[in-house]
């Protein structure tokens, strides 16, 4: 069955179908029974379940990481929220070198399987600590599963896939702006089937797109511009697991369309799109017929101004562009692109959670 459904609303399921499904799953986090309720991916949740399975704590990321990875060895199974992902930084010591390794240095006599969430991606001005992107930095420890979902499905099926599924610890990063997007998709009976792994969004043979999180929908309205305006035909994939890039299905669309162009959330050096091209150099750089074009946040702390955040973010007049340059050939192509005034209405603005 189909129907409408927001990101938000499947965040929310998905809490409450973890702790329905699971008796020892638990939610544990700063505001998980606050007003807001963690952008409302929390709501109802401790009134359902009780205190001793929706648990609010104080600010102390580190202590409160501990806690969940010690539930998590002694057979519970501990959803963590951050509502900054830049929070994790005070928890790293307890995410990279215990939550990460343990399976390793016990041979698998110990495990730790949780889930992380952490909210992330443009707002309203929130400046450099509190709006960081962080994929890269946790894809790069062994041990540690990072994913964006991009839409409400995805987040019922990987959700529920680490929680059923999966003995090691899942990093969730969720963009803030994909919480009000509704999205029209299947929401009952969800298969895990490969919920963990990247997807085509749709096909095309003029030029790849490896897209993650909501960079995502924005490649999706930069295809359909450039095939109403010139009649390219673009391929998006949807990377989604970010740690474990699929390369074989990265290089299948390339070898098709010999053009690349990767959108990340973050910034580009030693990047995710770094690795995405690390996968095509080792295997035949020659597929390429003109040289990969990057996405990503401007190599600098996050702006505050509004002003500035439209420079600093990629968008789909960006990837318009990068799109017409791949084809062309050349940056100086004459082929119009979008106006300010078209993408400021396609963009989805984060109303804020207080």
């Not at 702790?19 to 929390?42: H, S, Y």
């Not at 709501?43 to 379940?49: G, I, K």
């Not at 960006?318 to 791949?326: E, G, K, M, R, S």
């Amino acid at each position: 069955m189909k129907g409408t459904i927001t990101y938000r609303e499947a965040l929310r399921q998905s809490m409450y179908l973890a702790l329905e499904e699971n008796p020892q799953a638990i939610i544990i986090g700063q505001g998980v029974t606050d007003p807001t309720r963690i952008f409302g991916t929390t709501t109802n949740l401790v009134e359902t379940f009780g205190q001793n399975r929706v648990i609010d704590t104080a600010i102390a990321e580190e202590g409160i990481t501990g806690i969940a990875i010690g539930a998590a060895l002694n057979g519970l199974y501990p959803i963590q929220t951050h509502i900054r992902v830049d929070f994790m930084a005070l928890a790293m010591n307890q995410i990279i070198n215990l939550a990460a390794k343990y399976k390793y240095m016990f041979g698998g006599s110990f495990k730790v399987p949780m889930l992380i969430r952490a909210v992330v991606g443009r707002s309203w001005g929130q400046g450099p600590q509190h709006s960081q992107s962080l994929q890269s930095l946790f894809s790069h420890i062994p041990g540690l599963t990072v994913i964006m979902p991009s839409t409400a499905s995805q987040v019922l099926r990987s959700y529920r896939h680490a929680l059923n599924n999966f003995q090691s610890p899942v990093i969730s990063i969720e963009h803030r702006l994909l919480y009000d997007m509704s999205f029209y998709e299947k929401t009952e009976n969800q298969s895990e089937d490969n919920a963990f792994s990247a997807r085509i969004v749709q096909q095309g043979d003029g030029v790849t797109i490896v897209a993650t999180s909501y960079m995502v929908e924005e490649a999706q309205k930069a295809a359909k511009w450039v095939k109403e305006q010139q009649g390219i035909q673009v391929e998006i994939i949807d990377l989604h697991v970010v740690s474990h890039v699929d390369h074989d299905l990265i290089f299948e669309s390339v070898t098709k369309t010999g053009r690349l162009i990767i959108a990340d959330t973050s910034w580009l050096p030693y990047g995710v799109c770094a690795e995405v091209c690390r996968g095509i150099m080792e295997r035949n750089p020659n597929i390429l017929r003109n040289p990969v074009i990057q996405l990503g946040m401007q190599h600098a702390p996050c702006p505050t101004s509004h002003v500035l955040e439209d420079v600093f973010y990629p968008d789909m007049g960006t990837l318009v562009n990068a799109i017409y340059t791949q084809i062309s050939g050349s940056k100086s192509h004459n082929m119009p692109l979008p106006p300010k005034e078209y993408i400021r209405d396609q963009h989805h603005k984060f109303k804020g959670p207080f």
